[in-house]
């Protein structure tokens, strides 16, 4: 911790990278953390792979009643996710690379072209046939007992939240910019990931392969730690703001 806000500091090229850690405040639930979704319930984490979804109706129609009553809907920002738009404020932050799919860092305020969504949008919903893309909330509100799994309506395909599913390959634009800003960084700060998904995970390496100090911030211990310059265990929601005052001033 003691150099920590002296790194942020001296950093001219920040590479953030954000997990669902940061939104727990927020009240948006990790995966793999003491309380997930998933380490409460494992069959959850079967249920999200593309196979599954485009195979068996029944899949689809659980994901629709789950995406309507989902907590980023009503999540507001919190003092984390605003911290690093007074972080971007420097100039000095090139990317806030995401796994998370609530969108938390552009409603706090984050520029849309420094936010990366690995995962993509929960807010988006997109045909897995004709790839056209339509608002979630249009597509929630056709949900109901009669079209408990709307189609596509140009091309009739299955409609899915815009977010990588398990068995999904990530955009290659948006994995290629994620890599070139973790490349090219001073300062790498891995917030609030297990950094047990890959390819989000690798990019820790590919910072350091690229000279990046490396930063993590998580509860728990990660894959990564052994590489990191410096390893924070405390709540995202104390720690960081802490590390971003001290170091913007
Ligand atoms: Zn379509």
């Not at 029944?58 to 972080?87: F, G, T, Y």
Request: proline share 6%; charged share 20%; aromatic share 6%.
């Amino acid at each position: 911790m003691v150099d920590v806000p002296d790194w942020l500091t001296d950093a001219r090229r920040i590479c953030v990278l954000t997990g669902a850690g940061i939104s727990t405040d927020s009240g948006i639930p990790d995966y793999r953390g003491p309380n997930g979704i998933w380490t409460k319930n494992p069959q959850a984490q079967r249920m999200s792979s593309i196979q599954d979804y485009v195979a068996d109706p029944e899949v689809r129609r659980r994901a629709w009643q789950s995406r309507r009553s989902h907590p980023a809907w009503s999540a507001e920002p919190n003092e984390a996710h605003r911290v690093l738009v007074d972080l971007e404020k420097t100039g000095r932050l090139t990317a806030l690379v995401t796994q998370n799919i609530d969108e938390l860092h552009q409603r706090a305020g984050s520029s849309r072209d420094k936010v990366i969504e690995l995962h993509g949008t929960i807010w988006w919903a997109e045909c897995l046939s004709c790839g056209v893309r339509s608002p979630m909330a249009d597509e929630l509100a056709r949900v109901s007992d009669t079209e408990p799994d709307p189609a596509c309506t140009l091309c009739g395909g299955i409609l899915k939240s815009a977010t990588i599913s398990f068995g999904q390959p990530l955009d290659p634009k948006v994995l290629q910019a994620a890599w070139q800003a973790a490349r090219s960084c001073d300062l790498f700060l891995a917030i609030g990931s297990s950094l047990t998904v890959q390819p989000a995970a690798g990019l820790c390496e590919v910072a350091v392969e690229g000279g990046a100090r490396f930063v993590v911030v998580n509860a728990e211990p990660t894959p990564y730690d052994g590489i990191a310059d410096a390893v924070l265990r405390e709540a995202i929601g104390d720690i960081l703001p802490r590390l971003v005052r001290a170091a913007v001033g």
